[in-house]
């Protein structure tokens, strides 16, 4: 069957290397954002999370900062492994709204 | 860990068919959702539940129902399956109320329409 990964932009990196994706968001009334991680034949994955409160939060290897000021959202890997080839999005919740709006991913490639 | 299980990873229906989609969760999560992903398009809500049997239209609520008798179950039906239903179907959940959670996802149920 199609991928999820066709048509969409990608970005190509060496394992080892930091990676970063980005996601604009349109409402400057949202006020809660999640990063997830789809790969081939799987249901989203949750990664890490942030409120717009924040600026930075950081996990284990990924690190999410967030720019109220453009609407930009990041997602920054450190050491990129080939392991975390996947499809990645972002989603963001509008205040006072149900549910999460999701966009439409960057695929990453790691090369060994 | 949360888990959201969907019953099938593959189902080949034909036209005009009904068909049943059917995802549990195992966290007492109050929230469940159900989206199709198709390439291009990204994720896209069809319908969510807030609670039993309460049910909300999403996006695309168009030729899908839901049902949701029990908190842990949301069933997701094609009343009669056309070949533009063919996707990726993903079931999700959450806890809390309104936003501001995390969604959990299954691993999806890829859908054939013939």
């Known amino acids: 069957g199609e991928s999820v990964g066709l048509h969409l932009p990608t970005l190509s990196v060496q394992e080892g290397d930091n990676s970063i994706i980005n996601c604009a968001y349109s409402n400057s009334a949202s006020d809660y954002f999640i990063w997830y991680k789809q790969e081939s034949g799987k249901g989203p994955q949750f990664i890490i999370d942030i409120r717009s409160n924040m600026d930075k939060r950081q996990g284990q290897r990924v690190t999410v900062l967030l720019n109220k000021t453009v609407k930009h959202l990041s997602l920054q890997i450190a050491a990129t492994q080939p392991g975390d080839s996947a499809v990645y999005f972002c989603?963001?919740?509008?205040?006072?709204?149900?549910?999460?709006?999701f966009g439409k991913g960057t695929m990453l490639l790691v090369s060994p | 860990d949360v888990k959201v299980t969907q019953s099938s990873r593959y189902l080949v229906k034909r036209t005009g068919e009904k068909v049943f989609l059917e995802c549990v969760q195992d966290?007492?999560?109050?929230?469940m959702f159900w989206y199709r992903q198709d390439p291009g398009l990204g994720l896209r809500l069809i319908y969510f539940?807030?609670?039993?049997?309460?049910?909300e239209k999403g996006d695309i609520p168009e030729g899908y129902s839901v049902s949701r008798e029990k908190k842990e179950r949301f069933s997701l039906i094609l009343e009669s399956a056309s070949t533009n239903q063919t996707s990726m179907y993903l079931c999700a959940s959450s806890a809390r109320g309104r936003g501001g959670s995390p969604l959990h996802f299954g691993n999806g149920t890829r859908l054939t329409v013939t």
């Open positions: 989603a963001e919740n509008i205040k006072g709204y149900s549910t999460l709006t």
């Open positions: 966290m007492d999560h109050e929230n």
């Open positions: 539940s807030y609670d039993v049997k309460m049910k």
